[in-house]
């Protein structure tokens, strides 16, 4: 059975998913993720996933990045919040995500490819431009390397 023959549960929603990505630092490096199922199957990208019932955003951030790479990380802030709408042919929304992308610093670990992600790896900030990223991931890293800063205390802010 292949991608094509299973119904995807996420296609078609009434309602938009959250989706939280995390944009990691390693010194002068960034972490890239190859998407390893639909939507964006074989897409580099950064990694996250979806917010689960109860979890803050942060969260799921480094629930996400633990299980799709094995690494540790410290979230540091907030970089933007995305909306990711994909139509069908007819127009129809196909797939409906807000995407809350925080930034984040590599604590510990080795990248590994886990989970839904075909492949990790880690690529210097100045060589991002040579991956087939999309527009707004490329954009999202900028933000997040004029963003960067030491972990501060009160991180997360819960309301």
């Known amino acids: ?67 799709e790479t094995g690494l540790e990380i410290e979230v540091t802030g907030l970089v933007d919040v995305v909306d990711a709408i994909n139509r069908d042919e007819e127009g129809r929304v196909r797939y409906h995500y807000t995407l809350v992308d925080v930034v984040a610093e590599w604590k510990s ?5 886990k989970d839904d992600l075909a492949d990790a790896k880690w690529v210097k900030i100045s ?19 004029g963003k960067r800063k030491p972990a501060i205390g009160g991180w997360p802010r819960r309301l």
């Open 1 to 67: 059975m292949t991608d094509q023959d299973t119904p995807d549960p996420r296609a078609y929603p009434d309602r938009p998913y959250v989706g939280v990505g995390a944009v990691i630092f390693r010194g002068d490096e960034v972490l890239l993720a190859m998407r390893g199922k639909l939507p964006r199957r074989n897409d580099w990208s950064i990694p996250g996933g979806a917010q689960e019932i109860g979890e803050t955003y942060v969260e799921t951030a480094i629930r996400e990045v633990m299980e």
């Open 127 to 145: 060589e991002i431009d040579d991956f087939d990223l999309r527009e707004a991931t490329r954009d999202v890293i900028r933000m997040a390397a």
């Open 109 to 113: 670990g080795e990248a590994v490819a």
